[in-house]
């Protein structure tokens, strides 16, 4: 089945060290998104990307940063840098945006708890 | 100023009534298009209705439809016939313009509950 994949669905990170989330989406998307979502918000654009080897700053970029080598995957690593990590982690991909529907699809998500 | 405004924190419908959930949007762009998304407990993001801002119908797909009106800038969803399984959190999202892909502006989110 077509889809976008995230993992882990939990992760547990010490403080001042870094972790990669991972996204993968095999709908031969161009496009790929992360958003954070803390507690009863809506959703943040952290970075996206339009193509392979090519990303942008979101609204929310410091203390991130993501690496697109390949189409079907979009990893994110959350920094020592960021301030406040802790979050529900969104990956969506789309196909290349300005036509049509350009309809983002969600993966399930990655809950990132800083102990 | 906000892009996506949803004005309802929550909402309380009872199962078989017909609901409409709140969205204004702020954009001087002509072309964009504006979505709305479910997300139960689990947390994923479900895709429900899109309407462009050229479209000259609202959006309808089964038991979803889009109350568009442009001149007042509002995409309100009305969700028909509820059920059990719509209790949930709802996004209204907004896609502008052209050139900045297909990036989205949240808005705060509606929690519906569909009460037996």
């Known amino acids: 089945d077509g889809g976008i994949t995230q993992s882990p669905k939990y992760l547990f990170r010490k403080e001042g060290q870094n972790v990669t989330l991972s996204c993968e989406q095999n709908?031969?998307?161009?496009?790929m998104y992360w958003y954070r979502q803390d507690p009863g918000q809506g959703l943040r654009l952290i970075y996206y990307?339009?193509?392979?080897?090519?990303?942008q700053k979101g609204d929310i970029a410091e203390g991130y940063s993501v690496s697109r080598e390949k189409k079907e995957s979009f990893p994110l690593t959350v920094t020592s840098a960021q301030k406040n990590p802790t979050a529900f982690y969104l990956c969506?991909?789309?196909?290349?945006?300005?036509?049509?529907?350009?309809?983002?699809?969600f993966g399930p998500g990655t809950r990132l708890t800083v102990l | 100023a906000q892009k996506i405004t949803q004005t309802q924190p929550g909402m309380f419908v009872q199962e078989k009534e017909a609901v409409t959930l709140d969205c204004t949007y702020d954009?001087?762009?002509?072309?964009?298009?504006l979505f709305w998304y479910k997300q139960p407990s689990s947390g994923e993001m479900i895709f429900l209705i899109y309407?462009?801002?050229?479209?000259?119908q609202n959006a309808t797909e089964g038991r979803y439809s889009l109350n568009f009106q442009k001149a007042r800038k509002s995409a309100n969803l009305v969700i028909s016939a509820s059920q059990l399984g719509d209790s949930a959190m709802y996004f209204c999202?907004?896609?502008?313009?052209?050139?900045?892909?297909?990036?989205?502006?949240f808005g705060e989110g509606t929690q519906l509950t569909v009460n037996p």
């Open positions: 709908l031969n998307h161009d496009a």
């Open positions: 969506a991909s789309s196909t290349r945006g300005g036509r049509g529907t350009d309809t983002q699809y």
């Open positions: 954009t001087s762009d002509p072309s964009y298009g």
């Open positions: 999202a907004m896609r502008e313009g052209r050139t900045s892909g297909s990036r989205l502006t």
């Open positions: 309407q462009g801002s050229y479209d000259q």
């Open positions: 990307s339009q193509i392979v080897n090519d990303f």
